[in-house]
């Protein structure tokens, strides 16, 4: 069962994998649906309810629906996509919805410094627009390291070293806050918030773009590699030469980065800094990840399963609300679904 | 072979319930939606049932949607009810400023929104149905002031950060409190929950064990002082709690002597003006006669309790 390699082609990147994993099927000879499926069910889960959603909602397929079902699951979708990085690498943060917090309100700040005066709108910009966006990433970063110092380096479970940072980074949003909201990000930056690249939203487009090269990373270069033999097994890792602790300690600067990087397109989008903002966002993205087929014990799974999870999870919602279904039985079902893919997924698994 | 027939019905069961589900909306003239903050805040719960009431009555269908305290999460809602094609939106925004763009989007559509309770900083709805917080807030403000005849110390918890309800009772409360400088003001957020307000006030407890009055920005908040008041051991009216907003329990406790004073904005009127107001635009074309439309609000105590929307209930 064990099968790193396998486990790690599961799901990455469309073609080329489907490519060589039906090569690989029909070696082995008979029973060559079941496998495909095994490999791809999280796609067909999202098939399934991509035809369920179209048959019950004649407004799903439009394409307005789908931009606006893409910007939606795009803030998660970033998240989650650092959180790939660090459960393949067989850790969990915990701190990332505090980090979308934390960042969007620093954004606001930094484009308000010297103190929020209530609801003017006039901005007093620290320093050029880049280099506040720079800072943004650089503060999510930080969290990072310290999570992973704290995980890699002082030996604390990473449950309880980031669900400590998830705490005190919220606290740190509300305080740079004052408590309220910091209103007005000016002009600069709207089109993160608003804009379209083609027929696209720019979070989309930003999105699409981190799955696409955080996909070649991990399943084409031996950094890659690294990562899921880290996650796979360490002491193996470590004796073939990998540096475990300063990989653990990086796997957790990427998910602060992707995580500021959320934080920072959703302060674009509702034009300000809102201390409250991504809260559980880290169960959300954790969700995605396990529907995606990434294994929690760590070593196998990829980006494009989580995207795919991501999708899921917001299709379930925006297709709930098309049809006009109160929001806490919304929410049973929404559950029920994470189940039922999870068990399609072991099912199909089991089946070789 | 029995594993299968789980899977299999597992996904039957989805299929069947999403077309369950769509079949109840279908076929209805009129569909409305109604999005409010937190669907669990008991406030908004009762909002949205007295809007769907009265909607029932008149055969209109209502889609409910809680932006869950999340500003983009409401706006993406908007969003979905404008592919959605409803006929008309009551809006609770979570956010005076975040939510203008989800107006504005709405207005673009030609779907008319009226905003109740809560307002947008600007733009182009329908009308907007509320409380006067402002003036709610002055009237508890010397309220306290007289009990207190301007002297000790004062804890106002204030509601959710940047909604417009918090922002204006904390101006309506603190302008006149700012006449009585022998009176100490001690503010913090607790968002609108009870959970938050105990954590909140036992803290201040921490530090000032001498409180001598709290005002609590919503009815949620209030109970959850009273709660720590009982629990360190006060005595019911050793420290005056006002709080905005009735219902059921604030009512027992002005009773029991714990909360002093209640302030009443009448909300059930407010939602069901609202959705007249949006019904006649839907049905007739018919626009208010002015866009913003404020209820005196009033404090309840024990004198008046019978004046209150939810007595006897």
Partial sequence: ?352 | MSKRCVVFGLVATMVAGMFLTSSLVAAKAITIAVSVPRLSNPFFGRAVKVVQEAAKQQGVEVIVLDAGDDSAKQLADIETMIIRKVDGVILAPNDQEALVPGVEKLAKAKIPVVTVDRQVARGDYLAHVGGNNVAGAKIAASFIADKLNGQGTVVELLGQPGSSPALQRAKGFEEVMSKYPGIKLIVQPANFRRSDAVTVLENILQANPNIDAIFTHNEEMGLGAIQVLKSRGFKPGQVIVVAFDTHKETLQAIEDGWLQGNIEQFPDQQFRTGLKILLNYIKAGVKPPQRDNYLTPLLITKENITQSEKYGE
């Fill in chain 1, 1 to 352: 069962m064990r099968d790193g390699g396998e486990g790690g082609v599961n799901g990455a990147k469309g073609e080329p994998v489907a490519a060589a994993s039906a090569s690989g099927i029909r070696l082995r000879g008979s029973n060559t649906w079941i496998n495909g499926l095994r490999r791809n069910s999280v796609y067909l889960v999202f098939i399934l309810l991509v035809i369920i959603s179209a048959q019950v909602s004649p407004a799903f397929l439009t394409w307005t629906n789908i931009a606006n079902l893409l910007r939606q699951a795009s803030y998660i979708g970033l998240v989650s996509v650092g959180m790939t990085f660090v459960i393949i690498s067989g850790g969990i943060d915990l701190s990332v919805g505090s980090t979308v917090a934390v960042s969007g309100v620093l954004l606001a700040y930094l484009f308000h410094w010297g103190g929020y005066k209530g609801y003017v709108v006039t901005l007093s910009p620290a320093m050029p627009t880049p280099l506040i966006v720079l800072s943004t990433l650089a503060a999510g970063a930080l969290v990072g390291l310290l999570n992973g110092v704290l995980i890699a380096k002082a030996r604390i479970p990473a449950f309880v070293a980031t669900l400590a940072t998830m705490v005190s980074v919220r606290g740190v949003a509300y305080m740079l806050a004052g408590g309220r909201t910091i209103f007005g990000l000016g002009e600069s930056l709207s089109v993160l918030g608003f804009g379209n690249i083609g027929p696209l939203p720019v979070p989309v487009v930003i999105w699409l773009g981190c799955v696409l090269v955080s996909g070649f990373i991990l399943k084409r270069t031996v950094f890659g590699r690294w990562v899921y033999a880290v996650g796979g097994d360490e002491d193996s890792a470590r004796l073939s030469g990998i540096n475990c602790d300063r990989h653990k300690v990086l796997m957790y600067v990427v998910a602060g980065v992707f995580a500021a990087l959320a934080g920072m397109l959703m302060a674009c989008r509702i034009d300000q800094g809102e201390p409250r903002q991504g809260e559980l966002f880290e169960l959300d993205a954790i969700a995605a990840v396990v529907i995606g087929g990434t294994s929690l014990s760590g070593g196998r799974g990829g980006v494009g399963g989580t995207a795919i999870g991501v999708l899921i999870l917001t299709l379930i919602t925006n297709v709930l609300n098309l049809v006009g279904v109160h929001p806490f039985p919304q929410q049973i079902v929404k559950g029920i679904i994470i189940l039922g893919g999870v068990f399609l997924q072991r099912w199909l698994a089991s089946r070789n």
